[in-house]
Every structure is written in structure tokens, then in C-alpha cells.
Nanobody, 120 residues
Framework: QVQLVESGGGLVQPGGSLRLSCIAS????????MRWYRQVPGNEREAVAV???????SYAISVKGRFTISRDSAKNSVYLQMNSLKPEDTAVYYC??????????????WGQGTQVTVSS
């Protein structure tokens, strides 16, 4: 069994910063990629950033230059540093991991989400 747990969300003023964390635990053999998504009620879930096993990163155009994804492979963790936050960044942020378990299965796993609210 694999679990992803996010933390670090909260309320921040426009222009402020937040750092999200996600830790994957359980029967993990290898993590191929970790992603951050976000979702506003009534909208589809949007991919925000991805980091692969070799460290390659990619960002949504809306966050490029403001958000930075990083990882700690030893801790099976991924982080999202969010700077210059805007009200339109308000959403529930979800951590996603595409990984192989010890049992040999490969699948996507999701965290429970953490709320980020940008408001004055």
C-alpha cells in the first residue's frame, strides 16, 4: 500500500509565498515522476508542475517563473515553492506520484489535497 500526504497549505496574501510538501510512503520500489496538480471547484484538475526521476522539471505556463518543484529522493518527497502568489492560484493542491511498488505494479497515486487560499 502506498500513501501520499501533503502539507503546507494555508491562507496567504497576494504576493506572498508558501511551500507545499508531499511525502510518499509504503511499498515503494521506484518513483518515476512526481507532480503537483490543483483544482478549483467546478473546474478540471490542472497540472501545475512535474519532476522526473532524473530531475527534469516542467511547469504550467501560468506558474512558470513563480513556482519551483524540487524533490528529495532519499525521503520520497516532493516540494512546491510558490512565490508571488496571486488570487487565481487559490485551489486545492494535490500531489501525484507515478511509481512502481515492491509487488511490481505501476500506477498513479494521489494525496488527499491541501487548500491554498490567496486573499487579502
Amino acid at each position: 500500500q502506498v500513501q501520499l500526504v501533503e502539507s503546507g497549505g494555508g491562507l496567504v496574501q497576494p504576493g506572498g509565498s508558501l511551500r507545499l510538501s508531499c511525502i510518499a510512503s509504503g511499498s515503494i520500489f521506484s518513483i518515476y515522476a512526481m507532480r503537483w496538480y490543483r483544482q478549483v471547484p467546478g473546474n478540471e484538475r490542472e497540472a501545475v508542475a512535474v519532476i522526473t526521476s532524473n530531475g527534469s522539471t516542467s511547469y504550467a505556463i501560468s506558474v512558470k517563473g513563480r513556482f519551483t518543484i524540487s524533490r528529495d529522493s532519499a525521503k520520497n518527497s516532493v516540494y512546491l515553492q510558490m512565490n508571488s502568489l496571486k488570487p487565481e492560484d487559490t485551489a486545492v493542491y494535490y500531489c501525484n506520484s507515478f511509481l512502481r511498488t515492491v509487488a511490481g505494479t505501476t500506477n498513479d497515486y494521489w494525496g488527499q489535497g491541501t487548500q491554498v487560499t490567496v486573499s487579502s
